[in-house]
């Protein structure tokens, strides 16, 4: 409940901050072309398998970028019953849609 309390403060207050222009263009091109879809979700190493299992099926209702971070929404509702999947870009990244 700390983690749910301390992201959505942070998400509030860094809105627009400016590090991580990339992942912010990421963040805008997967909100116009992901949110309201479903998605399959699966670890195929095994070892995210319960936290693919609680996504799994359920929609993207949004998706947020703090600095290097993406917070992907999933659920039927939002606040405490939303499950985050949590991404971070690290000193490089990329992601690609297929």
Sequence with gaps: ADFRAHLIAALEKNQNMVEGHG????????????????????????RFTQGAAVIDG?????????????FYFFGEAEGARARVMHVHFGMAGRFGMF
């Design 23 to 46: 992942v912010h263009r990421v963040a805008a091109a997967h909100r116009r072309q992901l949110v309201g879809k479903r998605f399959v979700a699966t670890s195929p190493n095994g």
């Design 58 to 70: 359920q929609p993207l209702q949004r998706v947020e970028a703090v600095g290097k971070n993406l």
